[in-house]
């Protein structure tokens, strides 16, 4: 144990100062949640105008529903013929319009909203469309009760349903979660599988090309030691950067569990961290050049982090694809992480652990017996 100690703390000394191989290892995680970042704003500043030509009271309990609905557009109050003029431009993506006498129209129950749509974008088109009719809908379902809000002795009223829409809702669960912090979670993912495996992988590497691996080999040094000793290291290397991260999200309250939810939570980020400092000793040992080595760590992390659904989840997939991801290890991490955080239940985390277990105890195999190979 000692001996495994001792190597821990010289590969831990070793990751700190070497800051190119840090920043190898942050930079795919960090260009990913920039990209996140880029996404989330693309997704909720999409310009929308709105003309208002009623100026009854239900044109303005309708106005306000869709200014408050901020989640899939920006939007601006104009006139007409301005509205027109930044549709033609393309400076807007749509035009909402409360035609004249629309009061009037609701209490007929023949009420129209219209809107022109650049249908350009399907996705941005979608958005849109089902944003206009979430307004609709909150607007008409008479036990939401939009329609008849402040008016007096509305209570108990039953009001013109000009849409025809009734909602019968029961939340299960909070299910507001943006979509940074949605897109948040598969970002801390990669940065633990990108640092533990390249903190081991450039480890290994560098014994070879600085001729480090032949003092290895004359050392008493049982070689068992020596495996767990890298092991070790590059879990220390990443804990190093991993635990200040989630630290940090945990105090922003991107990461905030339900209760009794952080002992899965961080089980599923250690096992993929274990899983990835196995990777990446494995990928030292082969391959013995940092700069290939560094290549392949890079291109291996972001490979199972798409196929792991990394930006999408797995069910929106081709079955092809849902097949295809049974077999990498991130999916199931990923699974786990969002169920850990964003359910009241863990319906399915412990098969995402024993799965994320057993490909770590193959990498690790596979890691031992190649890296003892080598210090022989």
């Known amino acids: 144990m000692r001996g495994a100690w001792a190597v821990a703390r010289l590969d831990l000394a ?147 349903n000009p849409y025809r829409i009734d909602i019968a809702e029961h939340d299960l669960r909070k299910t507001d979660v943006p979509f940074e912090t949605y897109q948040v979670l598969p970002v801390l993912l990669l940065l633990v599988l990108s640092t533990g495996m390249l903190g081991a992988a450039l480890l290994g590497s ?55 939810h952080w002992p899965p939570f961080l089980a599923v980020l250690l096992a993929t961290a274990v899983f990835a400092a196995a990777l990446g000793v494995l990928l030292g040992a082969a391959l013995r050049r940092s700069t290939t080595v560094a290549l392949a760590g890079v291109t291996l992390a972001s490979y199972l982090f798409f196929l792991g659904g990394g930006f999408t989840t797995i069910a929106f997939l081709p079955s092809w694809l849902q097949a295809l991801s049974r077999l990498v290890p991130t999916r199931y991490g990923i699974d786990g992480m969002r169920q850990s955080l964003f359910y009241p239940d863990l319906i399915g985390v412990p098969g995402d652990l024993i799965a994320l277990v057993g490909f770590a105890l193959v990498a690790l195999a596979a890691s031992a017996v190649l890296l003892g190979r080598s210090v022989r």
């Open 14 to 160: 070793v990751w700190r100062r070497s800051p190119w191989a840090v920043l190898a290892a942050i930079v795919p995680a960090l260009g990913m949640f920039v990209l996140v970042k880029v996404l989330t704003l693309s997704v909720t500043v999409q310009p929308v105008a709105l003309v208002i030509d009623d100026p009854g009271p239900e044109a303005q309990v309708l106005s306000r529903l869709i200014e408050d609905d901020i989640e899939s557009y920006q939007l601006f109050v104009t006139n007409a013929k301005h509205a027109q003029q930044l549709l033609d431009r393309q400076r807007v993506g749509a035009v909402i319009v409360i035609p004249k006498g629309f009061d009037d129209a609701v209490a007929r129950g023949h009420a129209v909203v219209d809107y022109t749509l650049n249908n350009i974008d399907i996705d941005f088109s979608d958005d849109i469309r089902r944003s206009i009719d979430r307004s609709v809908a909150e607007f008409d379902a008479p036990q939401l009760g939009a329609s008849v809000e402040g008016r007096a002795g509305g209570h108990g009223l039953v009001v013109p």
């Open 206 to 260: 560098r014994d070879v090309e600085r001729g480090t691996i032949v003092f290895l080999r004359q050392t008493p040094l049982r070689r068992s030691a020596f495996v767990a000793g890298r092991l070790l290291g590059a879990l220390l290397a990443a804990g190093s950067i991993v635990v200040p991260s989630v630290a940090y999200l945990t105090y922003k309250r991107v990461v905030h569990p339900p209760h009794g």
